[in-house]
Every structure is written in structure tokens, then in C-alpha cells.
């Protein structure tokens, strides 16, 4: 998997993930939040459920991927 992709497979799963938006997570917090979503939904199901966000609540969703986009990029490097 290249680079970009796992930091936006990472991305989608900690954005549909049960942590708290604008929560402050560890690299310990943020791997098993991650995990957990991709346990849930799976790698295509956590893309599925952001687009799904999108489509019905595109303000908060929109916010929701800004926040772990970034956490994201601080924890594990931008691509």
C-alpha cells in the first residue's frame, strides 16, 4: 500500500472511529481507535461510511475529517 493511501486509509477509519471530535489522542489512542473502525467497517467500509457522512451531514463530517486528517498527519507523518 502506498504512503498516501495508508495515511488516508488511516484518516477515513480514525474519522468514523468512536473517538470524540477534536479529542487530543496519543499514537497508543489513535492506533486503537484505527483499529477498532477497521474491525468494524473493514478498510472499504470505513471509506463507504465517510462518503455516507458526507452525503447526509457534510458540515460535521467535513469538520470530523479536518480533525483526523490532522491527527493523522501529526502522529504518523503526512504522505
Same mark, same amino acid.
Request: net charge positive; proline share 4%.
Given at each position: =500500500?502506498?504512503?498516501?493511501?495508508?495515511? &488516508? +486509509?488511516? +484518516?477515513? !477509519?480514525? !474519522?468514523?472511529? &468512536?473517538?470524540? &471530535?477534536?479529542?487530543?489522542?496519543?499514537?497508543?489512542? !489513535?492506533?486503537?481507535?484505527?483499529?477498532?473502525?477497521?474491525? +468494524?467497517?473493514?478498510?472499504?467500509?470505513?471509506?463507504? +461510511?465517510?462518503?455516507? #457522512?458526507?452525503? #447526509?451531514?457534510?458540515?460535521?463530517?467535513?469538520?470530523? =475529517?479536518?480533525? !483526523?486528517?490532522?491527527?493523522?498527519? #501529526?502522529?504518523?507523518?503526512?504522505?
Amino acid at each position: =500500500m502506498s504512503r498516501f493511501l495508508l495515511f &488516508t +486509509a488511516r +484518516a477515513e !477509519a480514525l !474519522a468514523v472511529s &468512536t473517538a470524540p &471530535t477534536g479529542a487530543v489522542l496519543d499514537r497508543s489512542r !489513535a492506533d486503537a481507535a484505527i483499529r477498532d473502525a477497521v474491525r +468494524a467497517y473493514g478498510v472499504r467500509g470505513c471509506s463507504a +461510511a465517510v462518503a455516507y #457522512e458526507y452525503g #447526509e451531514h457534510p458540515d460535521v463530517a467535513a469538520r470530523r =475529517m479536518r480533525w !483526523a486528517l490532522g491527527i493523522v498527519a #501529526e502522529l504518523y507523518g503526512n504522505p
